[in-house]
Antibody, heavy 120, light 106 residues
Framework: QVQLVESGGGVVQPGGSLRLSCAVSGFTFSNYVMHWVRQAPGKGLEWVASIRYDGSSKDYADSVKGRFIISRDNSKSTLYVQMSSLRAEDTAIYYC?????????????WGQGTLVIVSS | DIQMTQSPSSLSASVGDKVSITCRASQSINSYLHWYQQKPGKAPKLLIYAASSLQSGVPSRFSGSGSGTDFTLTINSLQPEDFATYYCQQSYSTWTFGQGTKVEIK
């Protein structure tokens, strides 16, 4: 079955950096667009970034553009996001999500999330 | 970006009630609208895709309707396990989500 397991969350000071990972199994990773979605404490869901199959195209939410970098290693079936210049408002649970393959379908496959806290 | 507005933001209901949640898009999104259920400490769970198609394994008391800009999630005969927060999401363009509707026990 499809599994997505995030790691790398923790407490970081404002202005600091952190790299999150998402290790996947149960599907051919290199065939799918992948996403990061976050959820601030007590708040709703916010799409953060996406990356195409081969990493050739990346998109970012305006709120993280220029500070976050999404990447992937298809040989390791792992998705990453490098977060820098972190702000208090980046505090959230970060989920990786497998694109459904068509806009017609919703997101059925999510990781369990990893918590990032930006605080001094 | 396409803005998604859900209403109400919260509601109280009893087991057995029929509940409806609405989601409005800031522009037409055809039927590229999906509904999720989220419980505390858990990832979202897909309930409905393409506005009205029931995801495999989801109970038939959940249904969705609408197209264009206005959509509705209906839960017939609310069950104890349905008390949760519900989100709509559009995939017509860069994903955006509604702000959520918390369904609480009356």
């Amino acid at each position: 079955q499809v599994q997505l397991v995030e790691s790398g969350g923790g407490v970081v000071q404002p202005g600091g950096s952190l790299r999150l990972s998402c290790a996947v199994s149960g599907f051919t990773f290199s065939n799918y667009v992948m996403h990061w979605v976050r959820q601030a404490p007590g708040k709703g869901l916010e799409w953060v970034a996406s990356i195409r199959y081969d990493g050739s195209s990346k998109d970012y939410a305006d709120s993280v553009k220029g500070r976050f970098i999404i990447s992937r290693d298809n040989s390791k079936s792992t998705l990453y996001v490098q977060m820098s210049s972190l702000r208090a408002e980046d505090t959230a649970i970060y989920y990786c999500a497998k694109d459904p393959g068509s806009s017609w379908y919703g997101v059925a496959d999510w990781g369990q999330g990893t918590l990032v806290i930006v605080s001094s | 970006d396409i803005q998604m507005t859900q209403s109400p933001s919260s509601l109280s209901a009893s087991v057995g009630d029929k509940v409806s949640i609405t989601c409005r898009a800031s522009q037409s999104i055809n039927s590229y609208l999906h509904w999720y259920q989220q419980k505390p400490g858990k990832a979202p769970k897909l309930l409905i895709y393409a506005a009205s198609s029931l995801q495999s394994g989801v109970p038939s008391r959940f249904s969705g309707s609408g197209s264009g800009t206005d959509f509705t999630l209906t839960i017939n005969s609310l069950q104890p396990e349905d008390f949760a927060t519900y989100y709509c999401q559009q995939s017509y363009s860069t994903w955006t989500f509604g702000q959520g509707t918390k369904v609480e026990i009356k």
